[in-house]
């Protein structure tokens, strides 16, 4: 029997701006989960057709997003509070009545969800972080001249944690995404500088475990947010805090005082929360993930509280102790102060305090670059550029050789072998460097000549190992393996399209539809090392593709000259040769950051059709002496020299044969034909004892077995 269409019952809200969309109260949502009935199912709808996208942009714009003042103020203006217990869904036009469709956009969980002793948890934490109400002042904390010691502040900003580079008192603990450097990894605060934990890393350790673990458990009221569970796993993402987390890459610790009602708020400000305290998207998230935040602020009662807005359907929550809300950070939104009333005295201890979990897209794709161990540095200048794995002495272990050679002794870049273990708990850790280890090998083997890996039944010979990191029952023998048919990771690619565009449909503000790691339905999905690659890319190059290297020493003058005389020899020595040669490769060039706009509502900063330079905390401009130099460098290499060049960037990129493949380490000579998949597997790690050859893949396989 057909299920019954959800009642829906519009709400009164006179006064609302028009160009919001209208509410309906949804009576016994089947998605609304039994536990939090108590609280309110809200839906919306919304056209999901290419019309409808543009309808929706345009109305958007039209939006007036004023959320000053008070909270009376908000309830006036008919923005809807969303309370303990209440969950916002949006349904597509057509979609099933029954509501089983509809999507999950907001969440909104209370004390009530996680019991006393989780509270007492959460509020043993926020005293921690804000620190003794009696040393807590409204400003960031300062070097006193006498002790030379950081006073005022709170308490974890004492510890010395490092802020984002905006100045605003917003402090990442997670992963972040460097986005110049097509990088993510351990944030900067997350560095092990030998020796005992320092309070900072034994604060953040302890925050990080206990959000991760409040979010996710969470994250179970939330209908398919499981699927995340698969996909993440599948690609290899990194798990960082509590072992149940499966969405959040980042946490971010938002500190901000209270202000007095007769002020405006200054969230936005410099010395407040920058960026993250004005109207922003958070442009670094996955769109099939939500961010969470945590409030568990610490202000006297007779405040008013500060808020989270969400512009595009108009609603809000008030940020008591405590509150967990789910959303997307792709929607806009901002937050506000906590404010003294008219009338009542602002003191120096009330301070506002949120936790933001964000899903990062990078990481839950397992996209980009991610730092895994320090590395050998180039030993001189021209092999800055190399584009190979260098094994130096370094990797070798000589037994003498343990000294300020070593790799860790230079590397200032988090990474997830030298500093994993403030972030992960040991599993993930060896999880994830186990699993990245054997992505390594396969680069590495499947770059063997076919012929010879026929010989050697190297699994470099299909995609990457992922699969049997989820495949691989664990506990079970080596030997007694299924064979397995088809690639387990196909399903699961695919259940991650349908998800992708369901997200797409209702983040109804997205420009363009997210892409997918590699699309399952694509005809003839040759993979290479990492399964990165499809068929019709073979022997074509982005232009970028041809560039230096990102790393540090790649930007030098020395490898922009060493790269521009190779372009030379191949195409002729004089400038003609060169723009010959730029235009037989796509001129895609980096886009310039355009910065902050502003619109009528006086804080908007959007970075919405720049997908990469969103909130996550941008870690390019404060890293060692002499990196801007080299990031002048960088840029100066992929900048137009004269107008016609700008002219040529900006025609649509064209995939073209480029050069001769001799000149190139070819793509398709690092991709091995198909082969029927895994059917020699289990074979292979029953002979890797006997072949050292195999040796590693060995080793490797036997990490997987304690890998989860
Ligand atoms: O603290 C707030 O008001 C929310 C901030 C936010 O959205 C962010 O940090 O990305
Ligand atoms: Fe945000």
Redesign the pocket.
Known sequence: MARAAVKLTELNLPGRDPHLPTLYKAQSHPLHPLKIRYGTAYLYFIDASTEGRRQAAENFDKIIFDKSGSNEKQREASLLQLKPGDMLFTRRIGDDPAGLQDHCKYLFLGREFYGEEKMREMLALQQELLGDPNQRTQEKPHIDPGSGRLVGGTAFERTGVQGAGDGGR?YNIGLTVQSQKGLWAPSKNVKYMGGEPTDQQIMQQRLLNLATEVGSRGLKYIPRAEEMKAYRTMTNAPIIGHPSNYMFDSL?V?VSPATSEAELDK?GANNM?GR??ATHI?GHDDPTSYSC?LSISDVPEEYGLGR?HIKEAGVYVELNSFVVLFFS?LDQ?A?TSHYAPHGVELVESAYRL?I?LYPASMVARNDGVAPLAAFPLPTSETSAARPYLPLGREIRNYPEDRSSRSPPNHCTQSNFATDGHLLMTPQSQLNYIARSLLQLSTLVTSQIHPDRQDNMLLPSKDRSPIALTVYHPAGRPLDNQPILEADPRDEILRIHKRRIQRCFDHLTQLKEMPSMIVDPDATSPVQGPGGRSAAKNLNSYKKNQLLAVESVGSRSQTAKAAQRSTLQTIKGSDRKGKRKADAEVPARRTRRRTGSETDGNGDLVEDEDDLLDG?FEDEDADLEMGDEERQKDFHGYDEPDSEEDAAEDEAEPRWTRLYSEANLVSEAEAIVPSMPPFQKWPKLFRDASLDPWLLFHKYAFVLQRFAG
Request: glycine share 18%.
């Open positions: 917003t971010q938002n969230l929360l993250s305290g958070d935040m989270l950070g939104h937050g949120n933001i909130t």
